[in-house]
């Protein structure tokens, strides 16, 4: 594997990040919506650095149908409800096509019925569909190659790794 994003680097971004959210939706509450399972690692470290009062829920969801053909988008559970005055903001770990995200949005959107802030770890732009809307991105991965680590999986393996790396066809 050829490390593309340091444990450093993901460190330094990380705290960038929570400078940005801590100017922009602070001074309130925030409800953290992480979807799981890629997400968790960077939303731990994340909120950990946020510095306004805030809950943090998961949600699962799944865009796919039998095997690997996407499909409408499902939710898993129920959604949190939002509590009067807390702004919203969903963490994600990747966003590449970005059906998946623009139909989050949109979903959830409608079911707050106020705006939802996103927060995405590895933005892929080279793979996009579609414009999506994100307002914090972590890094800028140019590359169409396919990445693991900080929470990023291949077939459930690699969430682990402290860094980001773009995965060989050997350690598939």
Excluded: W
């Excluded at 939706?25 to 968790?40: A, D, H, R």
């Excluded at 623009?102 to 933005?123: I, K, M, Q, W």
Aim: aromatic residues 10%.
């Amino acid at each position: 594997m050829q490390v593309v994003f340091s444990e450093r680097d993901i460190a330094e971004r990380v705290g960038g990040l929570a400078r940005e959210i801590n100017a922009d939706l602070g001074g309130g509450p925030l409800l953290v919506l992480g979807v799981l399972k890629g997400s968790v690692i960077f939303m731990a470290d994340l909120i950990r650095r946020l510095e306004m009062p805030l809950r943090f829920e998961v949600v699962a969801l799944s865009s796919y149908r039998d095997g690997d053909e996407p499909g409408e988008l499902h939710f898993y559970g129920m959604l949190p409800e939002a509590r009067p005055g807390e702004r919203i903001l969903v963490v994600e770990d990747i966003v590449d096509t970005g059906r998946t995200l623009t139909e989050l949005r949109r979903h959830l959107d409608a079911h707050y019925g106020r705006p939802v802030s996103v927060c995405v770890f590895l933005n892929k732009p080279g793979r996009r569909r579609r414009p999506v809307a994100v307002d914090y991105t972590g890094f800028t991965y140019p590359g169409d190659g396919f990445v693991v680590g900080y929470g990023l999986d291949y077939a459930g393996r690699y969430r682990n790794l402290p860094f980001i790396a773009l995965l060989e066809p050997e350690d598939r």
